[in-house]
């Protein structure tokens, strides 16, 4: 065990201060020089606030118990935790709060080690007065990975700005049950989505030099009943080929150097504890070098929760052996109960020193262990979290991310000089554009303080576009208060056309309707909302329905005489801008779902990945067809589609590539962005596969009358699953490969003859179809 040993700080007997030696080196030359309390102090962070006149950060006191700051930070400090999002504070006062903190912390340990700090991005910096972006649905809404790649960048550098070194996102989960209050939170119902979309945010988050973590490692998004923290029930064909497929991608492609895991268990082992999951999998099959980091309090949930530990160092033990490195948010069971058990023999000191080198060398990376260290790379008066060019990038992506999923007789975009009405509760909301994980919804309400950015709500922005805007309420959001529905019918009745916006409300463990804690029963909408838009509906007056929400709500029968449908997934601080333009035909839609929308609310959500017994059968009374299917979406323009073929031969190796391609023209009369979308179809494999999945897609913007030959040249590889031997293989067999404009909607259908022997592939093998769009010349 590790004692205390002066230390000679000249330059030449310090290695670990040498930026000439690489981080794991660094990592390993201050090891042996740490006694046990310095090296678990490395593996804790403390949840603080920073002081609103910049004077420093103090302990989150309902989550400290008592523990005095310096104590805290007598030994050093992993890292601290969420000092701009504890409660708010100007960017600036924030920024000089850290910056006097982090001189306190290397002015009072041994070695003058500054923490790691960390935040939240999902939505955007989760700091007040920061920009806030849309949702990670609307990210899969967009199709667009560069996109999502930029907007991440943004965010990053105002992380960095701000003296923050990791982010806590992207969220990787794949869709399960649409019921699950972190619906919102996930990028959609597809991995190859999920992965390309969730690989773009890692790009931009890392290339700004902050930290990315993936969460939720994994199968969170599983649980049953959609409950939050429920146990899953998942075979091992479902996690190797739906739910991990993201992390991989964004490890590979992305370069991601942390991991959080899940809250939940499979089949009986907590994520926390499960060390084939963090170890074999992640570290010893994947290669996975980065810092492995807790949930908050889920190692503490190891005992409390899942009842797998007697006690807190119990726990502790467990994570350890485990693989996680950091426990989060705050010291718990890796502080005084981690200790004792490594002091009484309970817990190897080796299980420390592991940990530690992963978190010392992150550190290295950052430049922590630099002499030079700095708290801020710039000055911190100037740092701003909210400019022109942030909400400008936050209202391209509104704009790419909103889903026209009907339009009946062409009722969009709204006519000029007609009267039109706006009712519903999330119509004059500013809070119904925003998700869980933005600062406003995941703080909580600070009256005194505001919002801390420009929100305009719906009515707002269309009331700027549309003269004489009619508007009622009509009712809230959750309640069974009906009384304003008559009112709102009036305005409808008055009226050429109206529209209802209905949704949620995005909080926290049941402050809202959506959101982490927020699980539905079923997917009607919440309150009486319904009874307001059949209310609307009996008027006769062309209805257009407009969904703000964090998850699908089911669109049966009852829904069909709206005249027009359009979704909104939470899309950030400008989406009732982006939402009126669309309405208004200044911006033609191009979103696509990335959830498929039911139709019946009561039935057990099934996203499209099903094999064929999973879809509409002659067995059952239950026919689970979606109202609106995965990559629905309609324009204000049409697309032809013509030339699909083959290039090449139909005979495709199992380690060749196969290529694929097809003309899509703009038939009408404004320009508009059509998403080709590439499905594999496998009808006869060793094991039930899904009818179709994603495998490739492509943004074509295109004028009116122009066209574009879209290729993909697809790597065999993507046509592997687990097969009956629990490995990843590439059959040898027919398949399609199918050009569509949604899951459901098949343009092309191209045979194709995988050949040669069954092919065992691994963690290397290729993830992605090389796309191109070459425009016609002179089309």
């Known amino acids: 065990m590790s004692r205390q040993v002066p230390i000679d700080t000249s330059p030449d007997s310090v290695p670990w201060r040498d930026t000439r030696l690489s981080p794991a080196e660094r990592a390993e030359a201050l090891i042996p020089l740490m006694t046990l309390e310095e090296k678990i102090a490395q593996l804790v962070g403390v949840w603080v606030g920073a002081d609103a006149s910049g004077g420093g950060v103090a302990p989150h006191q309902s989550d400290m118990k008592g523990v005095e700051w310096g104590s805290v930070i007598a030994n050093g400090l992993g890292q601290l935790t969420r000092p701009f999002g504890t409660a708010p504070v100007h960017p600036v006062a924030g920024a000089r709060s850290l910056v006097a903190s982090q001189k306190e912390i290397v002015a009072t340990s041994r070695f003058g080690i500054p923490a790691q700090v960390h935040e939240e991005c999902l939505t955007g910096f989760a700091a007040w007065g920061a920009t806030v972006y849309p949702a990670p649905l609307s990210w899969g809404a967009a199709f667009d990975p560069g996109l999502i790649e930029e907007m991440a960048g943004r965010i990053g550098r105002s992380m960095r700005a701000a003296g923050i070194h990791q982010g806590l996102a992207p969220v990787l989960d794949v869709t399960r049950d649409y019921r699950w209050g972190r619906t919102e939170e996930t990028i959609g119902e597809d991995p190859y989505l999920v992965g390309t979309v969730g690989a773009a945010y890692v790009r931009g988050i890392e290339g700004a030099g902050v930290v990315a973590t993936l969460k939720h490692f994994a199968g969170y998004s599983a649980s049953r009943g959609g409950r939050n923290h429920a146990p899953v029930a998942m075979g091992r064909r479902e ?56 949930d908050y309090f889920a190692i503490r949930f190891l005992e409390r929760l899942h009842r797998v530990a007697a006690d807190a160092a119990g726990a502790a033990a467990l994570a350890l052996r485990a693989g996680i490195d950091v426990e989060l948010p705050t010291v718990d069971t890796f502080g005084a109960p981690l200790i004792e058990a490594v002091k009484a023999g309970e817990v190897d000191e080796a299980l420390i020193d592991r940990a530690l080198r992963r978190v010392l060398a992150q550190k290295a990376e950052l430049g922590l262990l630099d002499e030079d260290f700095t708290a801020l790379p710039g000055d911190p008066e100037q740092v701003r979290l909210d400019d022109a060019d942030s909400q400008a990038l936050a209202l391209r992506l509104a704009r790419q991310s909103v889903v026209l999923l009907r339009n009946t007789g062409g009722i969009l975009p709204l006519a000029a000089g007609r009267r039109v009405a706006l009712v519903g509760p999330v119509a004059d909301d500013p809070m119904a554009m925003l998700g869980c994980y933005s600062f406003p919804a995941h703080v909580g309400p600070h009256p005194e303080h505001g ?327 002179g089309g």
């Open 239 to 294: 996690l190797a080929d739906v739910i991990l497929p993201p992390f991989e991608m964004a490890l590979r492609l992305g370069g991601a150097r942390s991991v959080m895991h899940s809250y939940t268990e499979l089949d009986g082992v907590p994520a926390a504890a499960d060390e084939s999951l963090l170890t074999g999998l992640l570290r010893d099959e994947w290669g996975f070098q980065g810092t492995l980091v807790a």
């Open 451 to 777: 919002l801390g950015v420009d929100i305009p709500s719906l009515r707002q922005a269309l009331g700027a576009l549309v003269p004489d805007l009619a508007y009622e309420r009509g009712c809230d959001i959750t309640g069974d208060d009906t009384s304003g529905i008559e009112a709102a019918v009036a305005a409808a009745a008055g009226s050429d056309v109206c529209v209802v916006a209905v949704g949620d409300r995005a909080g926290l463990f049941g402050r809202g309707t959506s959101g982490e804690g927020c699980d539905a029963a079923d997917l009607r909408l919440p309150g009486v909302q319904a009874d307001l838009v059949r209310a609307v509906l009996a008027t006769g007056t062309p209805v257009v329905l407009v969904l703000l929400a964090g998850r699908p709500y089911a669109l049966g029968a009852e829904f069909d005489a709206a005249a027009a449908v359009v979704y909104g997934f939470f899309p950030g601080q400008r989406g009732g801008q982006a939402l009126a333009e669309v309405l208004t035909g200044a911006v033609n839609p191009s979103g696509r779902l990335p959830v498929s929308v039911p139709r019946d609310a009561g039935g057990l959500p099934s996203t499209y990945l099903t094999p064929p017994l999973g879809g509409p059968t002659d067995v059952s009374s239950v026919d689970p067809t979606p109202a609106f299917p995965f990559g629905h979406g309609l324009s204000y323009t049409t697309f032809e589609w013509s030339e699909a073929a083959v290039r090449g031969p139909a005979e495709w190796p199992v380690d060749g590539e196969a290529s694929v391609e097809i003309t899509v023209r703009n038939s009408g009369e404004r320009a508009g962005t059509e998403i080709v979308q590439l499905y594999l179809h496998d009808p006869v494999a060793q094991t039930t596969r899904p009818v179709a999945r994603l495998i490739g897609y492509a943004r074509v913007p295109l004028e009116p009358g122009r066209a574009a030959r879209v290729t993909f040249e697809v790597p065999a590889d993507l046509t592997s699953f687990t097969g009956l031997r629990g490995r990843r293989i590439v059959e040898p067999g027919d398949v399609e490969l199918r050009l569509c404009r949604s899951s459901a909607d098949v343009v092309a259908a191209l045979p194709l003859g995988l050949v040669g022997a069954e092919r065992e592939i691994g963690h290397d093998r290729r993830l992605l179809p090389l796309t191109r769009i070459e425009p016609e010349v």
